[in-house]
């Protein structure tokens, strides 16, 4: 998966820099079981660290609790493990603060309408998914009128995201705008919206992570916008800090929470700058 591939070449740029061997493994997807396998030989093969995808990391706690008993340093990105003891550093995105940022665009979207919002998840179980919704529910909280109006579930696949969102709008014909926490939505909802008739104007819609296919789906004119993660510090810092705790700093940041960044139209074309003039 691109967001995969840039975490991992933020990373080699961390072991080019600090000089330290990287070695992947792990699945393109995630899949407990060869994540867990993954972990296991990193252990009897005596890495110094390990950095993974925190998602599902309950399932996860045993075996790095093995390798926090054998001196490993741990790192995670995405989301953090439940005993945050196992990790010396978490950097992950503030998905808090993107989904209170959604929910205020959308709602400037509509001019003044109270924001009646669908949010379409993965999973009522993803941790970080959960978080931006309770960040677009504390937007709700603060501004009277505005609610989200159900949740639905797509199970992070993009056949499923269309159906969703068609029987989203189709059951709760009251929503005006709809949020969407993962990076497998754009093109899906992309192609709903034209199947209902649907732009950025009559039905603002906003969605996850910058990759090419993404940006196409926006560039299409029928999605609002969409919200970038800092995928680069996912890679680049985990390395660091890791590689600082082995070297046995103990000034290592414990946890990073990384802003968004929404990207629509009218900055479609020049947001990397301009993100990076904000930092």
């Given amino acids: 998966h691109p967001v995969y591939v840039r975490i991992e070449e933020a990373f080699q740029e961390a072991a080019d820099e600090f000089g330290f061997e990287a070695i992947y493994g792990g699945t393109a997807d995630v899949q407990f079981d060869k994540m867990i396998e993954a972990i296991e030989i990193g252990i009897a093969e005596g890495v110094d660290g390990i950095v993974l995808d925190g998602s599902g990391a309950s399932a996860l706690e045993p075996v790095l609790t093995k390798a926090k008993e054998k001196g490993i ?17 978490a950097v992950m995105t503030n998905s808090e603060a993107i989904g209170y940022a959604a929910a205020e665009a959308l709602h400037q979207q509509l001019g003044g309408a109270d924001l009646k919002l669908g949010f ?6 993803a941790v970080d998914e959960m978080m931006q919704r309770d960040g677009a529910q504390k937007y709700m909280d603060e501004h009277p009128g505005c609610e989200i109006v159900t949740t639905v ?17 189709a059951g709760y014909p ?12 754009a093109q899906a909802f992309s192609k709903a919206l034209a199947d209902l008739g649907h732009d950025a104007e009559s039905m603002p819609t906003i969605t996850m992570d910058d990759v090419d296919e993404n940006i196409a789906a926006l560039k299409e004119g029928r999605l609002f916008g969409l919200m970038a993660q800092d995928f680069y510090a996912m890679g680049y810092l985990n ?3 890791v590689y600082q705790t082995i070297m046995g700093e103990d000034d290592v940041p414990a946890t990073s929470l990384r802003p968004g960044y929404l990207i629509t139209m009218d900055n479609v074309d020049t947001y990397l700058e301009d993100w990076l003039a904000g930092e």
């Fill in 239 to 241: 390395g660091k800090y």
């Fill in 174 to 185: 009251e929503v005006n705008a709809v949020f969407g926490t993962n990076g497998v939505q």
């Fill in 120 to 125: 379409i998840s993965g999973s009522l179980d």
């Fill in 73 to 89: 340093a741990i790192g995670t990105y995405f989301i953090d493990v439940p005993d945050t003891s196992l990790r010396c550093s």
């Fill in 153 to 169: 579930v797509d199970k992070w696949d993009s056949i499923q995201s269309e159906e969703a969102f068609h029987n989203l709008l």
